[in-house]
């Protein structure tokens, strides 16, 4: 009897310690897309405040650096794309619109 409780002990240890274990990596997965979305959020934060940025004295050309600041998505002076390189932002103009 003494043998059978330990044994039973022993069983019930292992299924709180395996359960203790899927819960801390849920946790651990949780907090890691929690960390994911907040990098993302940042990141559109970071486009959206550059877009918004204009400069209509230096023409966006097709292919071409447009500097610093570039013009919004839609005017007249083009698009632009935001690659980051190095951890430097640079602009690189798309297209540029005909008057």
């Keep these: 009897m003494n043998w059978a ?3 039973s002990y022993r069983e019930k240890e292992k299924k709180k310690k395996k359960k203790r274990e899927e819960e801390e990596e849920e946790e ?3 907090e890691e897309e929690e960390e ?3 990098e993302e959020e940042e990141e559109e934060e970071e486009e959206e ?3 918004s940025r204009k ?3 230096t023409p966006c050309l097709p292919g071409n650096m447009a500097g610093v ?3 919004e998505l ?3 002076w083009g698009k ?3 690659p980051d390189k190095a951890n430097e932002r640079i602009f690189i103009c798309l297209v540029h619109f005909n008057m």
Excluded: A, H, I
Aim: glycine residues 4%; charged residues 40%; negative net charge.
């Design 5 to 7: 409780c330990r044994m």
């Design 28 to 30: 651990e997965e949780e």
């Design 36 to 38: 994911e979305e907040e």
């Design 49 to 51: 405040e550059m877009l």
């Design 55 to 57: 400069d209509k004295s």
């Design 69 to 71: 600041v570039c013009s």
């Design 74 to 76: 839609g005017s007249l």
């Design 80 to 82: 632009c794309s935001f």
